[in-house]
């Protein structure tokens, strides 16, 4: 099946916007900025898929994790442009895969219509590379380059510079964000493992009360004479 084909209706939302398709329950397009990061529920039953466009000779690289829900195990599809399926991950909490692209729409889905009653929160952040944005921003520079022989530090050394600055600050951006997403899903645990503890020790009272009820009664009814006195 192919991207194009599909009426498309774009919503937006926040930095990207929502593709709405028929069967399938929706899609997302995001700017053109180098990553972008996004946070859902997804229904029990329910499957959610959403695009890229990327260009050739690029560079796309996704990470997701699953939050929150029974199991955290997802299904994760990645198809190219011409509809061919480049990753399938079966009932995993997580993955990272980097494909080089073409010109085309990519597609990645997650797919929740294994369960029946749980939903599943789903974190996943896509990097892009080799978009063009840097060499244009580099074809704006040099058109100010002149004269800088006279210079000990020339134009180009500080956009090196701001470039090297730059991708050390997205990248601990990306690390921050991973980082939180582990944070959300830690505590998810833990709050989860909080009320299985709760409920369990509340069943456990429950036991021992009615334990000793009953070894209350039964010492009560050893000592009672039973016997009927005689007028």
């Not at 919503?11 to 929706?26: D, I, M």
Request: aromatic share 10%; hydrophobic share 40%.
């Amino acid at each position: 099946m192919g991207l194009l084909p599909w009426p498309r209706v774009l919503l937006p939302l926040g930095g990207f916007a929502l593709l709405l398709l028929p069967p399938p329950p929706g899609a997302a397009e995001f700017s053109p900025s180098l990553d972008s990061d996004f946070t859902f529920t997804l229904p029990a039953g329910r499957k959610e898929c959403f695009y890229q466009p990327m260009r050739k000779e690029a560079s796309l690289e996704l990470e997701y994790q699953v939050l929150d829900g029974a199991g955290l195990d997802i299904d994760f599809h990645l198809l190219s442009p011409k509809g061919e399926t480049l990753v399938f991950d079966e009932r995993k909490s997580d993955g990272v895969h980097t494909v080089e692209t073409e010109d085309g729409d990519y597609m990645f889905c997650f797919d929740n219509t294994f369960s029946t009653i749980s939903e599943k929160v789903i974190f996943f952040e896509l990097i892009l590379d080799n978009m063009g944005e840097d060499g244009q921003d580099q074809e704006d520079w040099k058109k100010y380059i002149t004269g800088t022989d006279l210079l000990d530090m020339k134009l180009e050394d500080i956009l090196e510079s701001i470039n090297s600055v730059k991708a050390r600050l997205s990248k601990s951006v990306q690390i921050q964000t991973l980082l939180r997403a582990f944070e959300a899903r830690d505590r998810n645990i833990q709050e989860s493992n909080f009320d299985r503890v709760n409920f369990w020790s509340m069943v456990n009272l429950g036991v021992m009360v009615v334990v000793s009820a009953v070894q209350v009664y039964m010492l009560k009814s050893l000592f009672e004479d039973k016997r009927k006195s005689r007028t």
